[in-house]
């Protein structure tokens, strides 16, 4: 996604989109975003019903910490204006939108994955849920990496936390204002992250500038005196476009 968030800024800007002609940034016009409210992009992201299987849903593998923690947002989503986001195999199938004319991209895969939804087996990979809070443009993430994230013998791979944080910015960048693709994004690591253990992610939207998103996140363990992460990341904000009647 990273990467693709700089091709796309150069294609948007000053040079020549795909289709052949020049392309300038397009301005986002918030009324008429997905072509309705903010509420409409949110029934999209949150189907009330739907027979997709939900990945952020607890299995036998998560921890104590885990289970409690989701135990205790669950219980905010009731009275606090938290809400917890379903976790889909792909994101054709959260956003159900399609990119601008000249951007979208063809293909015959038919099982496309999130990466950080391409190990299926419980407890071995990425372990996680979300909560989203949309008055406040934050969310928090619960991430319990499994062995087969390692990097230093019993410890997680630095680029494997980094996959889970651009995950985390993507989606509330999309939800906070309709941000899709990493412009930058900047990590310093404070400490090692064991295996099987639970991470809390702070991520919030600084600001919103110029068709930017802002957002900072600050990885911990839930009694907050251990940081193991710090980061900053900027989005592109992009208006989709409705599928095509087949």
């Known amino acids: 996604m990273i990467r693709r968030g700089f091709q796309l800024a150069a294609r948007l ?16 016009n918030p009324a008429s975003a997905f072509g309705s409210s903010t509420d409409s992009m949110f029934s999209r992201f949150l189907p009330e019903k739907t027979d997709l ?35 889909f195999k792909s994101n054709g199938d959260h956003i159900g939108l399609k990119l601008p004319s000249g951007l979208a991209v063809s293909s015959d895969k038919g099982d496309c994955r999130i990466f950080t939804r391409c190990i299926q087996v419980e407890g071995q990979g ?14 928090v993430c619960l991430f319990q990496p499994g062995p087969y994230l390692e990097g230093p013998p019993g410890f ?25 693709f990493t412009l930058s994004f900047n990590i310093r690591f404070k400490n090692l992250i064991p295996m099987s253990s639970l991470v ?21 363990s839930r009694d907050q005196q251990t940081v193991y992460t710090k980061s900053s990341g900027v989005f592109l904000q992009l208006q989709l476009e409705e599928e095509s009647p087949q």
């Open 13 to 28: 800007g000053h040079h020549r989109g795909l289709l052949g002609d020049p392309r300038i940034l397009p301005r986002l």
């Open 53 to 87: 299987k939900d990945d952020a849903l607890p299995d036998a593998s998560w921890c104590l910490n885990m289970l409690s923690l989701d135990q205790e947002f669950l219980e905010k989503t009731k009275s606090s204006g938290w809400i917890k986001l379903p976790s």
């Open 126 to 139: 990425f372990e996680y849920v979300v909560f989203f809070q949309p008055s406040k443009k934050k969310s």
């Open 156 to 180: 997680t791979h630095g680029g494997s936390l980094a996959a889970m944080m651009d995950e985390t910015f993507s989606k509330t960048a999309f939800l906070a204002g309709e941000g899709l």
């Open 200 to 220: 809390v992610m702070d991520i919030e939207v600084e600001k919103i500038e110029d068709q930017k998103l802002y957002m900072s996140c600050l990885v911990h």
